[in-house]
């Protein structure tokens, strides 16, 4: 369970976020939609205690992230990149992250399966391509078994089969109970992927709920979202 209530954040003079409040529940898929520069990246920044809000609280199963104990079992997270050292194998990456995380060895071949790393998991990171460092960067999120998964754009960037891969995943992460709150600013994606849905322009919450309700009597998720921020639907995102 994520919970959101009532953050706001400043840089300098900017409000870059307005008294944000939305839940991401267990079993959903939860996207988290909005234009390039809208907040998403810095309320996900704030939930994983990379960031401090000037007020409210961002909650990772009834706690800010720095109250975790062992982090790693609670929440996994996929922001940039996969984290790893160019040099190291993928399994190197995971041995060193499980060990000094203090998890089981084990585990380590577990993720590399569920990511389907296993045939490549000899190979240098450096040598990844994105959709594979993407899976890495998963596989590393997964290491602690967490109930919540928090991904930034996971599919920026991916091919269709690698899209396609995310999606699949992400599907049957919540479908084995995880709480998955991703963000992206791709709407066809979304109204394609999440069960909820959360639209965030310019640090406000425009609206959230069911992906049938926010998209309403709109064709499509996409047309939903211009008609509810009244943007230009050829302006640029
Ligand atoms: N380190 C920073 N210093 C100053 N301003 C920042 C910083 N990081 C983000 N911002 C500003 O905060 C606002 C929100 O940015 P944020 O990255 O959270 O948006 P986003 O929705 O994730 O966008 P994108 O899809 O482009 O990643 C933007 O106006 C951005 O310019």
């Not at 590399?112 to 590393?140: I, N, P, Q, Y």
């Not at 991916?158 to 999606?167: K, N, T, V, Y």
């Not at 009244?230 to 640029?236: D, K, L, Q, S, V």
């Amino acid at each position: 369970m994520i919970t959101i209530d009532r953050v706001s954040k400043a840089r300098g003079r900017t409000q870059i976020l307005s008294d944000i409040t939305f839940e991401a529940r267990p079993g959903r898929v939860t996207g988290f939609l909005g234009p390039n520069g809208a907040g998403k990246t810095s309320t996900l920044r704030i939930l994983l205690g990379l960031d401090r809000a000037q007020s409210g609280t961002a909650l990772v199963c009834g706690r800010p992230y720095r109250q975790l104990k062992r982090p790693l079992t609670t929440v996994g997270a996929l922001l940039d990149g996969s984290g790893a050292h160019r040099a190291r194998t993928a399994r190197a990456h995971l041995r060193w992250m499980a060990t000094s995380n203090g998890l089981p060895g084990s585990r380590v071949e577990e993720v590399l399966a569920a990511v389907g790393l296993t045939g490549e998991a000899g190979k240098r990171a450096g040598r990844f391509s994105l959709g594979m460092s993407r899976r890495l960067g998963l596989a590393a999120a997964l290491l602690g078994d967490p109930e919540v998964l928090i991904l930034d754009e996971p599919v920026n960037g991916l091919d269709p089969a690698g899209i396609r891969w995310m999606r699949e995943f992400l599907r049957s992460s919540a479908e084995q109970g995880r709480t998955v709150l991703l963000s992206s600013h791709l709407m066809g994606e979304l109204g394609e992927t999440a069960d909820d849905v959360i639209v965030i322009d310019k640090g406000r919450i425009v609206t959230q709920g069911s992906l049938a309700d926010v998209t309403g009597g709109h064709r499509t998720l996409e047309d939903a979202f211009f008609a509810l921020t009244a943007t230009e639907a050829g302006a640029p995102w």
